[in-house]
């Protein structure tokens, strides 16, 4: 909540330049007027602390996007750089993309394990995102993308947006 807070009083104490967007319409809007949007997303699940009301809190605040997990897996989703506990997604992490989807927070499952993006994807009702990863066979980084869900994600109409990180898109550097 401290660092929405602090976006919050960015957008208030620099209004010329900043403005935050809730939709990709204010987007749009921001940037045609010059100006830049400010998004707020949450990075990892662990934020909600299991809480589907601290979830639909931080979207009221002004969260538009979640990553299910970051480095550690969670009693409810699996990250590809923990050991799983769930094998994917357990009931309740069915339950927080469902929710994600009611309220229109966008799925993001960079930092997720394959499992859990197959568990994500057979369940999400809107297009999911990967704000920052690649594809697993360009870079066979554990964070990238297999191929067989870049497959899914074209059918879900998701995005799977391109890291610049040298660790993340090179295999030379990510093995040394």
Known sequence: ?????????????WPDDLELALTARDVRRIHKEG??????????????????AVLRATYAAGARYMTLTHWETLPWADATTDAPKSDGLSLFG?????????IGMMVDLSHVAATT??????????PVIFSHSGAYAINPHPRNVPDDVLDRVKGNGGVVMVDFLPMYVSKDVHHW
């Open 117 to 126: 993006m197959h568990d994500a994807l057979d369940v999400a009702e809107a």
């Open 1 to 13: 909540t401290e660092q929405i807070d602090v976006v919050h009083r960015m957008v208030e104490r």
């Open 35 to 52: 100006r830049i949007a400010s998004l707020i997303g949450m990075e990892g699940g662990h934020s909600i602390g299991g809480n589907l």
């Open 94 to 102: 069915e339950e927080v993309v469902r929710e994600m989807n009611r």
